[in-house]
């Protein structure tokens, strides 16, 4: 199974190297928006998270 981290390297990766037809470039466009948009709202719970917490002693 691959991490949003990974698929949005992937994406990347497919995007710059690949060629693709206009369907197939706007398809892994479209996928890479919601995956770096579903990866900003994990890192703002976890920046939230740790906002909480005290600083060690």
Do not use: G, V, W
Request: charged share 30%; with cysteine.
């Amino acid at each position: 199974m691959l991490t949003i981290y990974d698929e949005i390297q992937q994406l990347r990766t497919e995007l710059s190297a690949c060629i693709l037809t206009p369907n197939e470039r706007a398809a892994a466009q479209a996928e890479l928006a919601k995956l770096l948009a579903e990866q900003a709202a994990i890192d703002r719970q976890f920046d939230a998270m740790i906002a909480e917490e005290e600083p060690p002693k």
